[in-house]
């Protein structure tokens, strides 16, 4: 098992570039379709497009893979997406509830989902879900517990986009991006903060 981050959820940008090569190394092996990238970072001096992150996802969204990312918890100023959520390839996840005071990491925090545009003006995030108060596996093994924040957004993109896969096993992840931009239900926030609008599995799986 290749380890990612530590118990804290603290790693390296060479950890997860290690992760992306184990998966498209293995993707035809183990019938990989789908990337979740539940991590982030807001280092200026590598929010720009051709950072290692950025070229990694976008090398495992041009292998075929469908990558989601999470948006970050640095909201709600403008060009708060994290790296590598600002790659204009990926789908990129923010939180639809972040209005709800809820604890990441510690930290008491409200209006935290990253929010768009990117330094190049692109668009982000194409789609938000919810993240607060959401059960997840705990550190403690076998054990679960209540997290919150974008990096539980995404997850929950990722499930629907498992299961649309699962219905219609012949979509691209270029298609998978066009349904999801179709399907998503207008919430009524400013487009830097919803993009496309909020995920809505019944609809998506019509």
Avoid: H
């Amino acid at each position: 098992m290749l380890k990612v981050l530590d118990k804290k959820g603290n790693g390296y940008a060479s950890d997860v570039l290690s992760g992306l090569k184990w998966i498209r190394d293995n993707r035809e092996r183990y019938g990989i379709r789908i990337v979740n990238i539940s991590v982030g970072s807001f280092s200026r001096k590598g929010m720009t497009e051709n950072s290692v992150l950025v070229r990694g996802v976008n090398a495992a969204w041009d292998d075929g893979l469908v990558v989601c990312v999470a948006a970050g918890n640095m909201g709600p100023g403008t060009n708060t997406i994290t790296t590598p959520g600002i790659s204009r390839k990926v789908i990129t996840v923010g939180c639809s509830d972040d209005y709800k005071e809820v604890n990441v990491m510690g930290n008491r925090m409200i209006d935290y989902s990253g929010r768009g545009p990117t330094g190049a003006c692109i668009c982000k995030p194409e789609i938000i879900a919810p993240g607060a108060g959401i059960i997840s596996c705990s550190n403690e093994p076998g054990q679960y517990q209540t997290k919150s924040g974008t990096s539980m957004s995404t997850p929950l993109v990722s499930g629907a986009i498992a299961l649309l896969l699962q219905k219609y096993p012949y979509m691209s992840n270029r298609d998978v991006k066009l349904m999801l931009r179709e399907r998503a239900v207008d919430a009524g926030l400013p487009m830097n903060q919803q993009g496309w609008g909020m995920l809505d599995v019944e609809q998506l799986l019509l």
